[in-house]
């Protein structure tokens, strides 16, 4: 990652990550099949440090906290070392095929846990929404600023963002993202009976 905060994914060479590494350059293809695939995992191996999930947490702090981690850092060099990975990959499928395998797919694995445990925690999400549509419409905008840049992920978005998606689901947070208020069980399915009843 240090290689990449003043070059590009696309020039930076695998002489210089050699020696960045300290290993032959011999080396880095024994283990790598591409300068790129070394890219993508020093950008995975960085993201897992700086947007853990929190185990201990209510799924829905957990999820509020990693939701705001992750935009932060797309917020910065990390968005635009995704961005570089994500156009690669544009022209050479192997490497959106790879960097879909080791990163969307094994990330959304650990957010997948954590909506199952929240749909446990509050039923009435469930019955509204399937665990990955949530994901897809909880995470999505971040993805969607990142590569539009119709909108910045800025610090306005990240703070307001995550709290207004809940609040749909009648989950409010205080300010510092600490939950506050949850809905009454059995509050969703009483009043969709009353809008059914009326149609």
Not at 64 to 89: F, N, T, V
Not at 101 to 127: C, G, N, Q
Not at 145 to 158: K, M
């Amino acid at each position: 990652m240090k290689l990449l905060e003043h070059q590009t994914v696309q020039s930076v060479t695998s002489e210089a990550i050699a020696a960045e590494a300290g290993v032959g350059k011999a080396t880095i293809y024994r283990w790598w099949p591409s300068k790129v695939s070394v890219v993508i995992d020093a950008f995975i191996e960085h993201q897992l440090l700086h947007t853990p999930m929190d185990k201990d947490a209510h799924p829905a702090e957990a999820l509020l906290k990693h939701w705001r981690m992750m935009a932060k850092q797309y917020s910065g060099k990390a968005g635009d070392i995704a961005s570089q990975i994500i156009a690669a990959g544009q022209s050479e499928p192997v490497i959106m095929a790879e960097f879909l395998r080791k990163f969307h797919v094994e990330r959304a694995a650990m957010a997948r846990d954590t909506v199952e445990r929240l749909m446990r925690a509050v039923p009435s999400i469930r019955e509204r929404i399937a665990e990955e549509r949530f994901m897809e419409l909880f995470y999505s905008p971040i993805h969607t600023r990142l590569l539009l840049r119709h909108h910045p992920i800025d610090r306005e978005f990240i703070r307001t963002f995550p709290v207004d998606f809940f609040r749909v689901f009648g989950v409010e947070f205080h300010d510092g993202g600490r939950l506050r208020k949850l809905p009454r069980a059995g509050s969703y399915t009483a009043t969709s009976k009353i809008v059914r009843a009326k149609q």
